[in-house]
Every structure is written in structure tokens, then in C-alpha cells.
């Protein structure tokens, strides 16, 4: 739409002359801002700066649609502006888009079309990386071969794309039909040519000034579905961008920021629907998870993962805890289209550190779910931390794996948690068929016949600290792991560490001593990294590779029999599947926290990877962290391909503007 009407908003009392350069701009700001931005580049309505857009209608026909509106779209007519006015209007669009940032290419993106039908194949689409995992069980395994254990070692960059968007890149594109797709911190989100890295487009949401979020301003990644794009924004929004022109469709508000919401994590396409989850447990806020139409943005259906007082689960909380008891869903889930389950994970419970401030389990903190697709109802719950107070969450992904156990074959998830063991669980019913700790574990001293992690209390933080393993990095944080169903083996990016926790809180206070924060301080000198392979069957160990700092990237699996990584120190790195021998590296100047994808164009594979970061893995930062140095430099897209003669004269950075 091209403008909206703000509530009581009248005429400017005094004559505007289609002349003065300044009635466009006052006349924008009065009736078109609201819903397109102060540059007219996109809001709830759409961008109006485009060049391509404004190629295809004539000043006649946007004075009509300023005047009479836009049947079958939200933009108002505006009959009582004067000719001269509208026509100041005109021209004030022409000049935004005469001045805004736009591709330097003049290139289109090709229509696209993703019906859920390819969503369905995604794992079997080896040319494309349709959504955030891959596939719906979130395996990551490439079944693409060209590039081999054999080979690797001559993988070279082909070309690369800088953002120009600080505070880091986390996100893992979307490989489409040849063409990519790469959201940003800011919640920037570009279109990029997979041949030659050239910008197709670029949309940049105008936030508002005031917004609450946890651990920087990041995004890690869209979702696909047909030929629209979707979103979720530090605003607590869900945009759906048309994927050919970066053109907002429509724009739905999820939550509030007064309410401490804001979004970074990939949506999920089921169907028709796009389910999201929302991030703010790190402040006094009820998180949820929601399902959304896709092709209008009206909402399906809303899950609280803390329940309201009658609710299944509200006797876990004391009082009225539940009213800000955090649980935020903060990344994306997995789908099973034979259960039609969905599986999503819940953080950690508000306040941290404190549960003298929260007495019981806090259901659904630290919990995966499992939904039903259609109404939003749960059918199970398994909870890794009840009443969590290591700050542990249980938001990390969930892989599938048909598991062969006592002689069945059993429809699996693998859930390797921060709180350091690695849980598998029957899809159906939630059965918990093992849990095994992969890192170093001091908190739980076991489990019960049920299920339930036996908690060790001389672990649970006090105003004078105790020492805890794993840390609050956890010993794996949200960075995704792979599954490589050709031998069974699940890889894991690990950190091994350990952390003082501190509790000033409830406790602290009834004995009456001097207030001091509540959290965690690591240990110095103490963490490191490992990249490791699971053997899925059993939980146990078949190989692991030591790494100087602890591992924030995620993980490739492809057929090639290479698992594919990047550490804090800006390494790029293939190891051999079977054996975990380093093949091969690339130094890309600033440390990883996303994951690889593979594709294909043309025929040729490609390997992609987005630098950048923003803060640490897990917190460690500042003197104790001295390969953080470059953590702000970088945001920078990488793809890769094998060396071929004059490769490396055509190698190019992809232009940005």
C-alpha cells in the first residue's frame, strides 16, 4: 500500500505548492510514515523506493491510487488531499528512490516457487537449502558428493559478499532455484546471485528505537514458502518479503517490546502455516509459540509455554511467577509430517539463577514439545532442566534418525542439550530411550526410572558462588549439529566448560546480606572446544577433535564423507567423517557462529558460509578470550568451490550496493 491514514490526522492548515521541495516530505510524514517508514523503504506496507517498482507506473496512476486507494490491499483512499498535494507527494517518492540504497546490477531475482510439496523433499532438493535444517528433521546432510574427502583439499572462495551490517552474521541462508538468501543482524535481509555473488535486492527494517533483546541484534535466518519470504524481527514481527523484489506482503505484530519480546530465529512453513517461536526469557515476559496463515498473516493458533493458572503444568509454578516466567522458543523446530508433530524447544525460566523466586519444575522451560500441527495442542512434553537455575535453556534443535534398538527400528530425535547430555526420544510418545552427558557434568548426579535428572543440591548457586559444569555456554549452545544417516553418526560443535554461579536473589535477601548481582563468572583459562561424532544408536563417543577455543559454529554433513565447521577464531574447517582427520581450513578473519550449506549451480557444488561475529560463544569475552580480537570484523557471506585452471582470476567480492 502506498500510505495509511493516521487516526485523527487533518490536512496541513496551510497551502502546499507541488514546487516546494519540503510539502512531499510533510505531507509523507502525516499520512504515509506509519506504515512504510520515514524513508518509505518498507514498514507494515511495503518499500517505496524501488526503482523496478516505480520503472512500471506512471505519476498518473500513483496520484490515482493516492486518491481512490488500492481495492483487495490495506492502503486507504485519500480524496481530500488537493491535486498540488498529491502531485508533492508524487514527487517526493520519485526523489526517496533517486536517493536510497539500491543494487548496483540492475539484476532481477527470478520468480520463485516453493509449494509445500518441495518443502516436503527439501532433503532430497540437493541443487537447493530450502529451510533452516535442511530438511524437517534438521539432519544437514548434503547428499551432493562432487566435493570429497579426496578433493577437499583443493576447495577454494569463489567470491564473497560483505553486508556492510555490523554485530555479527549468524544466519544460514537459503539456497533457491540459484539464487541466495541471507538475513543479518538488524534484521537486514539481502538477495544475492549464487553464481556471482551480485545483490539482487536488500530489505532493511526500520526498527523502532526502543527494543529489548538478549545477546546482540541478530537473526538467523528466513523462511520459504511459495514465492514469499518470511521473517521474524527484533520488533516482534512476522514480515512476509515477496522473494522475486523484497517488497513487504504483509506485516503481523507477534508481541509487544513494552512486554520484553523480540524475535531471532528462523520461522518453520508446515503446510499453509509458518510457525515461529518468540525470544525474551532473559527478562520478566510469557513466551510462546504461534502459528500464522501464510498467505494473510492472520494467527492460527498460540501455545504459552508457561501456562496460565488452571492449565496443564500451571502447579509448577508458585503465585504469579507465570506472568513473566520467561520460556522463550527463540530458535526453530523440526516438523514430522507422518505425526503431523511439531517439535520446538523452550528456554530457561525468569528470573535466572534464582528458583527460590520460582519453587517447582516451570513447566515448559527447558522442554521440548511436541505439537499438533493443526490446533497448537500439546500431545507431549520431556523436560531436560526442571526448575532450571544454570541459565541451560533447551531451545537447541532436534534431528531425526530411525535408530535400530533392540531389534526395531525406532522413529527417533536426537536432543544434544546445553546441560550437557545428549538425550534421544521416540518421536510418538516421547520415550526417553537414553540420556548420556558429552561434555563434563557436575550438576546431576543421574536419572530416575522416569526419566528425571537427579540434581546434585550442593550445585545450586548461592550468594558466595559454586562451581558448575557445564558453564552457562552450556556444553553446546544453539549453533546446529548434522546427522549423517549413512553411518549413523551425529557431529556436534561442543564446548567444554565450566563457571562459578552466584545467586544474590530470594535467599540472599531473607538473610539480609549485601545485595550483589546474580549470574555466572567462567573460569579462566579453562574452556576449550571440541568437534566430536556421536555414534546416534548409543550416545557414545567414536571420535573427537580438540579445539583451542570453544566451538560456536554449526554443522555440514555431506555424502563426500566430510563434516564441515568454523571456530571462533574465524577458522573454516572439513574434517573426515569417519575418522575426524582435519582435511582441510580457510582462515576467513572473523570467528563463525552460523552453519554451512552446500548446493548446486549449474551443475557445479558449492559450499557457503556466512563470518561474523557479534559478542562470544557463550559469553566468553575480554581479556580471558584473546581470539575474540576480531569480533567485529567480517559479516561476510564465503562460497566455496573446487580449484579449476583461471578459477582464481575470477575470484571477486560480490557487490554489495
Not at 558453564?471 to 549413512?486: D, I, L, Q
Request: charged residues 20%.
Amino acid at each position: 500500500m502506498l500510505g495509511a491514514r493516521i487516526l485523527g490526522a487533518s490536512l496541513l492548515s496551510f497551502t502546499l505548492s507541488a514546487q516546494d521541495p519540503g510539502a512531499g516530505q510533510a505531507l509523507y510524514a502525516t499520512h504515509c510514515a506509519v506504515c512504510h517508514g520515514a524513508a518509505a523503504e518498507g514498514g507494515s506496507g511495503p518499500d517505496l523506493t524501488s526503482p523496478r517498482w516505480l520503472e512500471t507506473v506512471t505519476d498518473g496512476e500513483l496520484d490515482r491510487v493516492i486518491r481512490d486507494g488500492k481495492s483487495g490491499a490495506a492502503m486507504p483512499a485519500f480524496p481530500s488531499l488537493a491535486p498540488a498535494q498529491r502531485l508533492a507527494l508524487v514527487r517526493h517518492l520519485r526523489a526517496l528512490s533517486a536517493q536510497a540504497v539500491q543494487p548496483v546490477t540492475g539484476l532481477a531475482a527470478p520468480p520463485v516457487r516453493v509449494p509445500p510439496s518441495r518443502l516436503l523433499d527439501a532433503a532430497g532438493e540437493t541443487g537447493n537449502w530450502l529451510m533452516y535444517g535442511r530438511d524437517y528433521g534438521n539432519q544437514r546432510f548434503s547428499s551432493l558428493a562432487q566435493i570429497n574427502r579426496d578433493n577437499v583439499a583443493n576447495l577454494v572462495p569463489v567470491w564473497t559478499f560483505q553486508t556492510g551490517v555490523p554485530d555479527g552474521l549468524q544466519a544460514t541462508p537459503l539456497v533457491v532455484d540459484g539464487v541466495i538468501y541471507l538475513s543479518t543482524s538488524w534484521n537486514h535481509v539481502f538477495a544475492i546471485d549464487a553464481r556471482t555473488g551480485a545483490e539482487l535486492w536488500r530489505y532493511r527494517r526500520r526498527l523502532p528505537e526502543k527494543l529489548t533483546y538478549c545477546c546482540g541484534p541478530v537473526n538467523r535466518g528466513v523462511a520459504i514458502w511459495n514465492g514469499t519470504l518470511y521473517l521474524a524481527t527484533l520488533d516482534a514481527h512476522l514480515t512476509a518479503l515477496d522473494a522475486r523484489t523484497g517488497r513487504v506482503r504483509w506485516d503481523v505484530e507477534m508481541g509487544k517490546v513494552e512486554d520484553n519480546l523480540s524475535a531471532t530465529g528462523p520461522p518453520l512453513v508446515v503446510g499453509d502455516m509458518v510457525i515461529v517461536g518468540i525470544a525474551g526469557g532473559d527478562y520478566p515476559s510469557r513466551c510462546f509459540i504461534d502459528a500464522y496463515d501464510a498467505a494473510s498473516g492472520k494467527r492460527l493458533w498460540r501455545f504459552y509455554t508457561v501456562p496460565a493458572p488452571g492449565e496443564p503444568g500451571a502447579e509448577t509454578w508458585s503465585g504469579d511467577a507465570w506472568q513473566r516466567g520467561g520460556a522463550a522458543t527463540w530458535m526453530s523446530g523440526a516438523y514430522d509430517p507422518e505425526l503431523n508433530l511439531v517439535f520446538w524447544g523452550a528456554g530457561n525460566p525468569y528470573p535466572d539463577y534464582d528458583g527460590d523466586a520460582r519453587p517447582g519444575d516451570n513447566l515448559y522451560s527447558n522442554s521440548l514439545l511436541a505439537l499438533d500441527a493443526r490446533t497448537g495442542k500439546r500431545k507431549w512434553h520431556y523436560q531436560f532442566t526442571p526448575g532450571d537455575v544454570w541459565d541451560y535453556d533447551g531451545v537447541n534443535e532436534s534431528v531425526f534418525a530411525d535408530l535400530e534398538l533392540d531389534g526395531r527400528v525406532v522413529k527417533a530425535l536426537l536432543h544434544a542439550d546445553r546441560n550437557g547430555h545428549l538425550y534421544a526420544l521416540e518421536r510418538a510418545t516421547g520415550k526417553l530411550l537414553y540420556a548420556k552427558p558429552f561434555v563434563r557434568v557436575t550438576w546431576a548426579k543421574g536419572f530416575d526410572a522416569n526419566g528425571r535428572p537427579i540434581v546434585d543440591p550442593s550445585k545450586i548457586p548461592t550468594p558466595e558462588g559454586v562451581e558448575v559444569c557445564p558453564g552457562a555456554a552450556g556444553g553446546k549452545e544453539w549453533n546446529a549439529s548434522a546427522y549423517y544417516p549413512r553411518n549413523g553418526l551425529l557431529f556436534l560443535p561442543v564446548i567444554e566448560n565450566c563457571a562459578m554461579f552466584f545467586n544474590h536473589g530470594v535467599e540472599a535477601k531473607r538473610r539480609g546480606l549485601p545485595p550483589g548481582p546474580s549470574g555466572f563468572r567462567y573460569l579462566p583459562g579453562q574452556a576449550y572446544g571440541k568437534v566430536m561424532a556421536v555414534r546416534a544408536a548409543t550416545g557414545d563417543k567414536v571420535w573427537e577433535v580438540r579445539t583451542r577455543t570453544p566451538m560456536g559454529g554449526g554443522m555440514l554433513a555431506t555424502a563426500g564423507g566430510l563434516v564441515f565447521t568454523g571456530d571462533a577464531e574465524g577458522n573454516f574447517l572439513a574434517y573426515d567423517a569417519e575418522t575426524g582427520a582435519q582435511l582441510w581450513s580457510f582462515q576467513t578473519g572473523s570467528g563463525l557462529r552460523a552453519a554451512p550449506v552446500a548446493f548446486t549451480v549449474d551443475g557445479k557444488q558449492y559450499i557457503a558460509v556466512a563470518s561474523g561475529m557479534a559478542g562470544a560463544v557463550g559469553g566468553y569475552t575480554g581479556a580471558g578470550a584473546p581470539w575474540m580480537k576480531n569480533y567485529r570484523t567480517g559479516n561476510t557471506l564465503y562460497v566455496f568451490a573446487l580449484f579449476e585452471p583461471g578459477a582464481s582470476s575470477r575470484f571477486h567480492g560480490g557487490a554489495r550496493r
